[in-house]
């Protein structure tokens, strides 16, 4: 091997370890939330079957069944519905990559974007993290490395919309732990264990088993509260017909009324589509031209 072609191929391995560290980074915090929501579905499911909440006498009727049954189907429904939406909302591109732009039929809104090289259309704007310009554009999502545009808004909402049932379930599933935790009254040690479930467990002052409820208990709070403020904000914007920029700046020129703009964002089928990611909603739209019902300029 000749010093140039070493040199070459390390600098090929070099650029493959850099693109490796690259996508572990990218891939991060999909694997964390994918964690997180496993392990809740498996802590609410091992809570329906082990600690069914019901008197003893009533464990081992047929309601009893029937109960844990329709709880393990709703569970695996919020949590089909929450994976898949989410994997849809990764594999959907919302950028103008593979979009004819059309040629010169340029109009108001249009701009240059010297980073694509090209015209793009109004509400389209780039994404440094993607490094391309993405239709429609609301936000680059940080967990799912992706942005949230034009044409995989439907699947970002609905995985809100399940996330948002699914720990709000959870932290009902989860009062009885909060209830056990606090039964021994409100003394130091239980407060301690709500609140700060791993200085409990690093002081040995409770068992894994007994951090591992509180801390999924106290996950699930936090997470419902979260999440119930960012999907509140978001069906705000979804009826007002904004996006997160244009919220910002105060604009609201693309309002055709609450329901034209759900029509926008989850399609044809809006009022079914959301149940499940296989009914097929085709958009009305096409991400590059859009009705302009009121003022492009920032309102005072
Ligand atoms: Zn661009
Ligand atoms: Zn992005």
């Known amino acids: 091997m000749t010093d140039s072609s070493k040199r070459e191929s390390s600098g090929f391995t070099f650029r493959k370890q850099v693109d490796q560290v690259e996508s572990s980074g990218r891939h991060l915090p999909i694997v964390l939330n994918a964690v997180l929501v496993f392990s809740i579905t498996a802590e609410v499911s091992y809570l329906v079957l ?20 329709m709880h393990l189907f709703a569970q695996y429904f919020m949590l089909g519905n929450i994976t898949w939406n989410a994997s849809l909302f990764v594999k959907t591109n919302p950028s103008i990559r593979g979009v004819f732009l ?29 490094n391309v310009c993405v239709l429609r554009r609301d936000h680059h999502c940080v967990f799912f490395g992706q942005c949230v545009g034009f044409y995989n808004y439907r699947y970002f909402l609905t995985c809100l919309l399940f996330m948002w049932a699914g720990l709000l379930y959870a ?39 007994a951090f591992a409820f509180a801390f999924i208990a106290d996950t699930c709070v936090v997470g419902f509260l979260l999440v119930a403020a960012f999907l509140f904000f978001h069906v705000i914007l979804m009826l007002r017909g904004q996006t997160t920029r244009e919220w910002y700046s105060t604009r609201q020129p693309y309002n055709l009324g609450a329901v034209a703009n759900i029509r926008e964002c989850l399609g044809k089928y809006w009022y079914i589509c959301w149940l499940c990611p296989l009914i097929p909603s085709p958009l009305p739209g096409d991400g590059i031209n859009f009705k302009v019902t009121g003022s492009l300029e920032p309102m005072k």
């Open 50 to 69: 082990v600690e069914a909440p019901l008197e003893p006498e009533q464990k081992k009727t047929e309601w009893s069944s029937m109960w844990k049954a």
């Open 171 to 209: 932290v009902f599933m989860n009062a009885e732990v909060f209830i056990v935790i606090l039964k021994e009254g409100v003394t130091f040690h239980s407060v301690l264990l709500l609140l700060m479930p791993w200085i409990m467990l690093v002081s040995g002052q409770v068992t894994a088993r």
């Open 102 to 130: 059309g040629g010169d039929a340029l109009g108001q809104g249009w701009r240059y974007c010297y980073n694509c090289e090209t015209h793009t259309p109004p509400r389209c704007s780039h994404c440094y993290d993607c």
